[in-house]
């Protein structure tokens, strides 16, 4: 063996370890994030947490009940608008791929999928904070929901096209029309995959604040009203960690905690679910 | 009959599906909309005046085109390197029994939320960066890359939060890109007896399209993220090339001060900074898209996709 062939390995095997290191290089921080957060959050982090509302400055403890009722309402909001037009959007894109309007849509997927949620957040206000004068939960939800239109019509779209073409022959053979075929048979073929990407595109909207931080605003007390700011368990965490009080930043770490485990639980269940659907794809076709 | 329903379904449908189309054009509208007064009154200055000062009625946009421009590009110079690591070890080198959770956990990195990563930033990193700050050496401070004052918030905090936030963006698409390039090109380069590393070269290069695209797409991320630059940039309106100087971004500027926004100009100022980054995001992803669909055109035609959910995730 030259020394030419050499150098050849050792360059090889140098790359090798580099690659392998930038793996470990991306998982410290995410270990490092995990670690730190949850070992500050979880003393503060009891039933009360959940149950109580936000104490006033000086009084230790208290919870962030309403700002996680306020983030589910959001999140119910935003899937009210998105699920709908997400889906029959994708059922669009699917159904006539070639057609110029699909080419233009599922650009313009793409490109509101790359749109910077604070941008999102500043067309939220003007459609709907501005011309009421008044920050509302509905405005929040109108935010997120445009955040989630893109992710559900590409995964509608791409898990449609997985369902295999037997089936829409099958039903058309029987006299099904088009669109009984597409509803009846060809959709909830896909129903258990396009879920899962509601699921996880809401554990996405989920964890955004700045949208948020000028539509649905924040707010100090109980309310479920949609025509009134309301809290989130994001824009919560952002007031309190930007306070100078240390009994908020435990509070800042306790909501952060219960965030990561959010996303932890429903990234795990789309991950289960995917698998499962994988497999029973491999079996039918 | 069947041919009429057929007619209304496409119809139906694609009423909704433009639906897409109309929100993409009335964030447009909005923001040309809410930013005339701005638009007017300053014109093409806006891109280049430094002053930013809302009592005095004086708004120039450069601090924050600078930096958003600069945390970015230096997030993308930190991540692009290992983001192909990762890309690469996961797609050819990894172990098979490793590969499936390698891939959730970096996937689990893009899945955590920007105000997590902001609040670690604050409370963790931006100590580690001035500790780092202070243990510069007097002579390395001349240097205007590490001039100014040690505070730990500023660019270097910012550009090291974003680069780990878009790494993994980055790593998922180049690895998808590697995974569609065919066998029998590493196969050939085998046979003409390349080393590990000189097959993967040329994989690498076969997909240098669609690994551009990828770059590109953690580009496009960095450029909107907000929460986590805001959290740790120190926000200060300046133009400075200093690692350690507290600077501002486009996101972090509208985040901070849209709801402070007294005036009407003040209001349309802050609606032109976010029409200037909408224009600055579409160009990088439109580009990113259009390198990644020329490869999917060509070679991803047959690949299989079944992780629909997960990618998207990502």
Known sequence: ?285 | MAKHDDKLFRLSTGIVAASVLLIVAGIAATLIQGSWLSLRQFGFGFWRTRTWDPVAGQFGALPFIWGTLYSSLLALLLSTPIALGIAVFLAELSPRVLRQPLIFLTELLAAIPSIVYGLWGMFVLVPVVRSLEVATPQWLRGVPLFSGPPLGVGMLAAALVLAVMITPFSAAVAREILRAVPTSQREAAYALGATRWEAIRLALYYGRTGIIGAVMLGLGRALGETMAVTMVIGNNPQVSLSLFAPQYTMAAVIANEFTEAADDLYLHALVEIGLVLFILTIIVNALSRLLLWRVADKQLAGAPSAAAPVAAAA
């Open chain 1, 1 to 285: 063996m030259t020394g030419y062939d050499l150098r050849r390995r050792a360059t090889s095997r140098a790359l090798e370890v580099f690659c392998a290191a930038s793996v470990v290089l991306a998982l410290v921080p995410l270990g490092l994030i995990l670690f730190y957060v949850v070992r500050q959050g979880l003393p503060a982090l009891g039933p009360a947490f959940f149950t109580q509302m936000p104490k006033p400055v000086g009084e230790p403890g208290g919870g962030m009940a309403n700002a996680m009722v306020g983030t589910l309402i959001l999140l119910g909001l935003a899937a009210t608008l998105a699920v709908p037009v997400g889906i029959v959007s994708g059922v669009f894109l699917s159904e006539y791929k070639g057609s110029r309007l699909g080419s233009a849509v599922r650009f313009a997927a793409d490109v509101l999928n790359g749109v910077p949620s604070i941008v999102i957040g500043i067309f939220a206000y003007s459609v709907a904070v501005l011309p009421f004068k008044r920050f509302t939960a509905l405005a929040g939800g109108l935010a997120l929901g445009v955040m989630m239109l893109p992710l559900i019509v590409r995964t509608t779209e791409e898990l449609l096209r997985l369902v295999p073409e037997s089936f829409r022959e099958g039903a058309l053979a029987l006299g099904a029309t088009r669109s009984r075929a597409v509803w009846s048979v060809i959709l909830p073929a896909a129903l258990p995959g396009i879920l899962t990407g509601v699921l996880v595109a809401l554990a996405r909207v989920a964890g955004e604040t700045a949208p948020l931080l000028f539509t649905s605003l924040n707010n100090r007390f109980w309310s479920t009203r949609l025509d009134q700011p309301i809290a989130s368990l994001t824009v919560q965490v952002y007031t309190y960690a930007n306070s100078p009080y240390e009994d908020w930043h435990r509070q800042a770490f306790a909501g952060a905690t219960v965030l990561i485990a959010a996303v932890l639980t429903f990234s795990l269940l789309a991950r289960f679910v995917t698998r499962r659907l994988e497999r029973m794809h491999r079996g039918t076709v």
